[in-house]
């Protein structure tokens, strides 16, 4: 459900926690060299992005950063401007919805 952005795939959030305790929230994953960046909230209420370099100069590094509230905000509202510029408002939809739990939490 998801759209392309030149080499990027922009995904939609999780639903649930993953086993160490993160849900995805925006995923952008690259094909061309194969690289992820996932920002994530952490059920102890924190939030973090995650790049990895899968292939490529940089093959298997993994960047953790933890990241404030304000600035995962700042990521989702450009995730929805980009939902609104490529016509995905399904996906706008559910980033918007985020954004209000984030806003309430």
């Known amino acids: 459900m998801g759209f392309w952005v030149g080499a990027w795939l922009h995904d939609t959030p999780d639903t649930g926690y993953d086993a160490k305790g993160k849900r995805a929230v925006v995923k952008h994953l690259c094909f061309g060299p194969l690289e992820t960046r996932i920002w994530y909230q952490c059920k102890d209420g924190q939030y ?11 093959a298997e590094e993994l960047f953790t950063d933890f990241i404030s509230k304000s600035e995962m905000l700042k990521v989702i509202e ?9 016509n995905q ?3 706008s939809v559910l980033f918007q919805a985020e954004k209000e739990e984030i806003e309430t939490s």
């Open 89 to 91: 408002t399904e996906l």
């Open 48 to 58: 973090c992005r995650e790049i990895h370099f899968i292939e490529g100069l940089q």
């Open 78 to 86: 450009a995730e929805i401007a980009l939902c609104k510029k490529y």
